[in-house]
Structures are given as structure tokens and as C-alpha cells.
């Protein structure tokens, strides 16, 4: 099993990537943000708790999303490994994903951290927002306050992953395929 966190801020073009990695390598793809939309759209009590939380650009508590991504690895007991997007974006949350792996013998591969300017990620974020009905992407100030909340709590994820020497910074401007070749010799490199 090899397993991926694809790692970065918001607007840096993980789930871009992810839907291209997963068809390459045949991983299943756990966005946390995708989970939570879900919930939203079928208008659960958990997706009605997490909507306004995320309309301010906020994160949801760790132990919501935990408790989504134990149940999603419990789900899919056959996968070849997981791609993670969007999770973990707290050291709780990796303390937590490390300890979840651990029980099915498995761990994280390698944390590839797309890299990308703020007013490269504001731009392209208001204009998916143009499109996308994302209620996150359209005011400026929640776009900037989801970047504030990785700079305060998830780029130290990095730092964790770092001390085990997983962690490859890739650069994240250019096109969808420079990145997304970038991308796969890192992987490529530890498979083989
Ligand atoms: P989440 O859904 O994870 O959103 P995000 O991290 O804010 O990032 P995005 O999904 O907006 O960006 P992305 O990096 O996937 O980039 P994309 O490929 O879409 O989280 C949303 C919210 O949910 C959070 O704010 C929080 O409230 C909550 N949440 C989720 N996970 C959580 C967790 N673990 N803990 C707590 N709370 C959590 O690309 C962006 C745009 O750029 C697209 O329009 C795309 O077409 C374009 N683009 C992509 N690549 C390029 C390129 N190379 N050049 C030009 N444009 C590009
Ligand atoms: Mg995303």
C-alpha cells in the first residue's frame, strides 16, 4: 500500500492533481472538503454544523473530520492506497491519521507540498468562484481567512511529516501537466 497526503493551500491545486494522480495510480481519493460538501448537499446535521463554520473559512473541529476519514478507510478495506487532499490540516489531525494507518499496517509515503503565492491562489479562487457555486470562493475576506487558518494551523503539518524526512516540496505554478509530471517522478522515485 502507498499512501499520499497532497499537501498545500487553498486554491494550490490538489484536487486538480488528485483526480489525475488517482487515475494513474489507481489510489482512492479522500478529500475531506469533498466529504463535507457531501454532507451539506444531503443536508445532514453534521454538513449543517460544518456549512457555517466553512462559509467563514474556518476549519471544522478534528474530531468531525477525523471521525469522516476513519470511517472512509474502513470502507474501502481492498484499496491499493489513499490519496489524501485537504486532510490532515492540524498536528492533532496527523497524530491522528498516523495512529489510524498504523492499525491497518500501513503509513504515509510521501507528503508532496504544492507551492504557490497568495495572489496567485486569491485569483484563481475567485475566478473558480465565478462558477464553481462554492459559497467559500466568493468574498475575498473568506478566501483570505482560509489562507490565514493554513498559516496558522496546517503548515506546521508540514513540519511533522518533516522530521521523518517525507516531505517534497513542488513547485505549483506553471500548467496543470508541468505540476502534474513534477508530481509523479517524486512518487515514481520512491515506488520504485
Ligand atoms: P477544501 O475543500 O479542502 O478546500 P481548500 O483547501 O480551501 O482548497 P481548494 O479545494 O479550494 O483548493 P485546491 O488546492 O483543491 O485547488 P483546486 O485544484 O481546486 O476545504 C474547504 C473547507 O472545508 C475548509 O475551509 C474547512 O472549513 C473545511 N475542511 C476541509 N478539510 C478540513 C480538515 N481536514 N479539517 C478542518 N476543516 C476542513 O484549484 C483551485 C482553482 O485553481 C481551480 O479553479 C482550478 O481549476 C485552478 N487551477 C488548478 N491548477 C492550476 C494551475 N496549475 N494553473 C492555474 N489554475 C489552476
Ligand atoms: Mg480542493
Known amino acids: 500500500m502507498f499512501n499520499i497526503i497532497l499537501f498545500g493551500p487553498p486554491g494550490s ?13 489507481g489510489l482512492k481519493h479522500l478529500s475531506t472538503g469533498d466529504l463535507l460538501r457531501s454532507e451539506i448537499a444531503r443536508q445532514t446535521p453534521l454538513g449543517l454544523e460544518a456549512k457555517s463554520i466553512m462559509d467563514r473559512g474556518q476549519l471544522v473541529p478534528d474530531e468531525v473530520v477525523v471521525g469522516m476519514i476513519s470511517s472512509a478507510l474502513d470502507n474501502h478495506p481492498q484499496a491499493r492506497g489513499f490519496l489524501f487532499d485537504g486532510f490532515p490540516r492540524t498536528v492533532a489531525q496527523s497524530e491522528a491519521l498516523d495512529k489510524l494507518l498504523r492499525l491497518k499496517n500501513t503509513e ?21 468562484g ?7 470562493d466568493t468574498n475575498e475576506s473568506v478566501i483570505r481567512a482560509r489562507i490565514t487558518e493554513y498559516r496558522n494551523k496546517t503548515s506546521v503539518v508540514a513540519e511533522h511529516y518533516d522530521k521523518s524526512g517525507k516531505v517534497v516540496k513542488v513547485p505549483g505554478e506553471g500548467t496543470v501537466d508541468e505540476i502534474f509530471r513534477s508530481l509523479c517522478s517524486e512518487i515514481d522515485r520512491r515506488l520504485s
Open 13 to 25: 491545486g490538489k484536487g486538480t492533481q488528485s483526480e489525475k494522480l488517482i487515475q494513474a495510480y
Open 108 to 128: 504515509i509515503g510521501v507528503v508532496l507540498a504544492l507551492e504557490v503565492g497568495e495572489e496567485e491562489l486569491v485569483n484563481r479562487l475567485l475566478n473558480r
Open 130 to 136: 465565478l462558477t464553481s457555486g462554492r459559497s467559500d
